[in-house]
T-cell receptor, first 110, second 114 residues
Protein backbone atom coordinates (compact mmCIF):
# COMPACT_ATOMS: atom_id res chain seq x y z
CA UNK A 1 0.00 0.00 0.00
CA UNK A 2 1.21 3.50 -0.86
CA UNK A 3 2.41 5.45 2.16
CA UNK A 4 3.75 8.97 2.64
CA UNK A 5 5.16 10.21 5.96
CA UNK A 6 6.19 13.81 6.45
CA UNK A 7 8.36 15.15 9.25
CA UNK A 8 8.40 17.17 11.32
CA UNK A 9 4.69 17.85 11.80
CA UNK A 10 5.47 21.45 12.68
CA UNK A 11 8.60 23.60 12.39
CA UNK A 12 9.32 27.08 13.70
CA UNK A 13 12.25 28.97 12.20
CA UNK A 14 13.70 32.39 12.69
CA UNK A 15 13.82 34.48 9.54
CA UNK A 16 17.01 33.54 7.68
CA UNK A 17 17.41 30.19 9.47
CA UNK A 18 17.68 27.50 6.78
CA UNK A 19 16.23 24.02 7.29
CA UNK A 20 14.79 20.97 5.53
CA UNK A 21 11.46 19.18 5.48
CA UNK A 22 11.34 15.42 4.95
CA UNK A 23 8.95 13.24 2.97
CA UNK A 24 9.46 9.48 3.22
CA UNK A 25 7.47 7.36 0.83
CA UNK A 26 6.60 3.78 -0.02
CA UNK A 27 5.05 3.16 -3.41
CA UNK A 28 4.94 0.18 -5.75
CA UNK A 29 6.52 2.18 -8.54
CA UNK A 30 7.06 5.93 -8.53
CA UNK A 31 5.58 7.88 -11.40
CA UNK A 32 6.14 11.23 -9.73
CA UNK A 33 6.59 12.96 -6.37
CA UNK A 34 4.86 16.30 -5.90
CA UNK A 35 5.35 19.16 -3.46
CA UNK A 36 2.54 21.58 -2.71
CA UNK A 37 2.20 24.63 -0.48
CA UNK A 38 -1.08 25.29 1.33
CA UNK A 39 -1.99 28.58 2.99
CA UNK A 40 -4.83 28.78 5.55
CA UNK A 41 -8.24 28.83 3.90
CA UNK A 42 -6.77 28.03 0.48
CA UNK A 43 -6.28 24.99 -1.68
CA UNK A 44 -2.86 23.39 -2.17
CA UNK A 45 -0.65 25.25 -4.64
CA UNK A 46 1.64 23.21 -6.88
CA UNK A 47 5.37 23.73 -6.39
CA UNK A 48 7.41 20.88 -7.96
CA UNK A 49 7.30 17.47 -9.57
CA UNK A 50 10.27 15.09 -9.23
CA UNK A 51 10.46 11.95 -11.32
CA UNK A 52 13.61 10.01 -10.49
CA UNK A 53 16.25 9.63 -7.81
CA UNK A 54 18.93 12.28 -8.00
CA UNK A 55 16.66 14.90 -9.52
CA UNK A 56 16.54 18.41 -8.04
CA UNK A 57 14.22 21.36 -8.68
CA UNK A 58 14.53 24.94 -7.40
CA UNK A 59 12.17 27.86 -7.03
CA UNK A 60 13.28 31.01 -5.21
CA UNK A 61 14.28 29.92 -1.68
CA UNK A 62 13.02 26.35 -2.12
CA UNK A 63 14.89 23.35 -3.45
CA UNK A 64 13.41 19.86 -3.69
CA UNK A 65 15.51 16.70 -3.95
CA UNK A 66 14.60 13.05 -4.42
CA UNK A 67 16.11 9.69 -3.47
CA UNK A 68 14.61 6.22 -3.85
CA UNK A 69 13.00 6.42 -0.42
CA UNK A 70 12.53 10.08 0.43
CA UNK A 71 12.38 13.65 -0.71
CA UNK A 72 13.62 16.78 1.00
CA UNK A 73 12.37 20.32 0.66
CA UNK A 74 15.23 22.63 1.57
CA UNK A 75 14.35 26.18 2.55
CA UNK A 76 17.23 28.64 2.37
CA UNK A 77 17.10 31.89 4.34
CA UNK A 78 13.30 31.70 4.80
CA UNK A 79 11.09 34.77 5.10
CA UNK A 80 7.81 35.14 7.02
CA UNK A 81 5.88 34.81 3.75
CA UNK A 82 7.19 31.25 3.44
CA UNK A 83 5.00 30.31 6.41
CA UNK A 84 2.52 27.68 5.21
CA UNK A 85 1.82 23.96 5.31
CA UNK A 86 3.95 22.01 2.84
CA UNK A 87 2.42 18.83 1.45
CA UNK A 88 4.15 15.95 -0.29
CA UNK A 89 2.29 13.50 -2.56
CA UNK A 90 3.22 10.47 -4.64
CA UNK A 91 1.76 9.15 -7.84
CA UNK A 92 2.24 5.46 -8.50
CA UNK A 93 3.11 4.01 -11.88
CA UNK A 94 -0.03 3.62 -13.98
CA UNK A 95 -2.12 5.73 -11.60
CA UNK A 96 -3.63 9.13 -12.16
CA UNK A 97 -4.38 9.95 -8.54
CA UNK A 98 -2.09 11.36 -5.84
CA UNK A 99 -1.54 10.00 -2.34
CA UNK A 100 -0.79 12.81 0.13
CA UNK A 101 1.14 13.03 3.38
CA UNK A 102 -0.31 15.01 6.27
CA UNK A 103 2.06 17.92 5.78
CA UNK A 104 4.59 20.02 7.68
CA UNK A 105 3.33 23.29 9.13
CA UNK A 106 6.13 25.85 8.78
CA UNK A 107 6.18 29.09 10.73
CA UNK A 108 8.90 31.67 10.01
CA UNK A 109 9.26 34.27 12.73
CA UNK A 110 10.49 37.77 11.81
CA UNK B 1 -6.50 32.42 -16.40
CA UNK B 2 -9.29 31.27 -14.12
CA UNK B 3 -8.35 28.49 -11.76
CA UNK B 4 -10.58 25.76 -10.37
CA UNK B 5 -13.76 27.34 -9.03
CA UNK B 6 -15.70 25.79 -6.18
CA UNK B 7 -18.99 26.80 -4.64
CA UNK B 8 -20.15 27.45 -2.05
CA UNK B 9 -17.05 28.45 -0.06
CA UNK B 10 -18.82 27.71 3.20
CA UNK B 11 -21.87 25.56 3.96
CA UNK B 12 -23.52 25.07 7.33
CA UNK B 13 -26.48 22.77 7.48
CA UNK B 14 -28.30 20.45 9.81
CA UNK B 15 -27.83 16.74 10.01
CA UNK B 16 -30.02 14.85 7.57
CA UNK B 17 -30.09 17.59 4.94
CA UNK B 18 -28.85 17.13 1.40
CA UNK B 19 -25.63 18.96 0.54
CA UNK B 20 -24.41 19.67 -2.98
CA UNK B 21 -20.91 20.95 -3.67
CA UNK B 22 -19.99 22.31 -7.09
CA UNK B 23 -16.80 22.51 -9.11
CA UNK B 24 -15.76 24.12 -12.38
CA UNK B 25 -12.38 22.74 -13.53
CA UNK B 26 -9.75 24.64 -15.49
CA UNK B 27 -10.74 24.84 -19.14
CA UNK B 28 -9.00 22.16 -21.19
CA UNK B 29 -8.28 19.89 -18.23
CA UNK B 30 -9.74 16.42 -18.69
CA UNK B 31 -9.15 14.89 -15.25
CA UNK B 32 -11.10 15.99 -12.18
CA UNK B 33 -10.59 14.95 -8.58
CA UNK B 34 -12.62 15.36 -5.37
CA UNK B 35 -10.73 15.32 -2.06
CA UNK B 36 -11.72 15.68 1.59
CA UNK B 37 -9.35 17.27 4.12
CA UNK B 38 -9.55 16.84 7.90
CA UNK B 39 -7.05 17.47 10.67
CA UNK B 40 -6.94 13.79 11.57
CA UNK B 41 -6.60 12.22 8.11
CA UNK B 42 -5.23 14.99 5.90
CA UNK B 43 -6.16 15.04 2.21
CA UNK B 44 -8.02 11.95 1.05
CA UNK B 45 -9.08 11.23 -2.52
CA UNK B 46 -12.79 10.52 -2.81
CA UNK B 47 -13.27 10.02 -6.55
CA UNK B 48 -11.76 11.03 -9.86
CA UNK B 49 -12.97 11.37 -13.42
CA UNK B 50 -11.18 11.14 -16.75
CA UNK B 51 -13.03 12.70 -19.69
CA UNK B 52 -16.18 12.97 -17.54
CA UNK B 53 -16.16 9.24 -16.72
CA UNK B 54 -15.71 8.10 -13.09
CA UNK B 55 -12.54 6.01 -12.91
CA UNK B 56 -12.00 5.30 -9.21
CA UNK B 57 -14.60 5.90 -6.51
CA UNK B 58 -13.04 3.62 -3.91
CA UNK B 59 -12.46 6.59 -1.62
CA UNK B 60 -16.15 7.49 -1.40
CA UNK B 61 -16.94 6.70 2.21
CA UNK B 62 -20.51 5.46 1.89
CA UNK B 63 -23.54 5.29 -0.36
CA UNK B 64 -24.57 8.64 1.07
CA UNK B 65 -21.90 10.21 -1.16
CA UNK B 66 -22.30 10.53 -4.91
CA UNK B 67 -20.50 12.49 -7.61
CA UNK B 68 -21.38 13.39 -11.18
CA UNK B 69 -19.66 15.09 -14.06
CA UNK B 70 -22.31 15.82 -16.70
CA UNK B 71 -19.88 17.75 -18.92
CA UNK B 72 -16.26 18.83 -19.12
CA UNK B 73 -16.86 22.07 -17.24
CA UNK B 74 -18.93 21.02 -14.25
CA UNK B 75 -18.97 18.45 -11.46
CA UNK B 76 -21.00 17.96 -8.30
CA UNK B 77 -20.43 16.08 -5.08
CA UNK B 78 -23.61 15.28 -3.19
CA UNK B 79 -24.10 14.03 0.36
CA UNK B 80 -27.56 12.73 1.25
CA UNK B 81 -28.33 12.48 4.11
CA UNK B 82 -25.53 14.47 5.72
CA UNK B 83 -24.06 13.56 9.13
CA UNK B 84 -21.85 15.54 11.56
CA UNK B 85 -18.85 13.33 10.75
CA UNK B 86 -19.00 14.61 7.17
CA UNK B 87 -17.80 18.01 8.41
CA UNK B 88 -14.54 18.78 6.59
CA UNK B 89 -13.08 20.89 3.80
CA UNK B 90 -13.85 19.44 0.38
CA UNK B 91 -11.48 20.25 -2.48
CA UNK B 92 -11.84 19.84 -6.18
CA UNK B 93 -8.75 19.62 -8.40
CA UNK B 94 -8.21 19.28 -12.12
CA UNK B 95 -5.33 18.33 -14.38
CA UNK B 96 -4.43 17.30 -17.87
CA UNK B 97 -4.53 13.54 -18.17
CA UNK B 98 -1.10 12.09 -18.63
CA UNK B 99 2.19 11.28 -17.00
CA UNK B 100 2.73 13.22 -13.80
CA UNK B 101 0.61 16.20 -14.73
CA UNK B 102 0.21 18.40 -11.63
CA UNK B 103 -3.22 18.79 -10.13
CA UNK B 104 -4.51 22.32 -9.60
CA UNK B 105 -6.81 22.83 -6.64
CA UNK B 106 -9.72 25.11 -5.92
CA UNK B 107 -10.00 26.91 -2.59
CA UNK B 108 -12.41 24.34 -1.19
CA UNK B 109 -15.79 24.23 0.46
CA UNK B 110 -15.77 24.26 4.26
CA UNK B 111 -18.71 22.07 5.27
CA UNK B 112 -20.16 22.02 8.77
CA UNK B 113 -22.95 19.60 9.62
CA UNK B 114 -24.68 20.44 12.90
Amino acid sequence: EDQVTQSPEALRLQEGESSSLNCSYTVSGLRGLFWYRQDPGKGPEFLFTLYSAGEEKEKERLKATLTKKESFLHITAPKPEDSATYLCAVQATGANNLFFGTGTRLTVIP
Amino acid sequence: DAGVIQSPRHEVTEMGQEVTLRCKPISGHNSLFWYRQTMMRGLELLIYFNNNVPIDDSGMPEDRFSAKMPNASFSTLKIQPSEPRDSAVYFCASSLQGKSQPQHFGDGTRLSIL
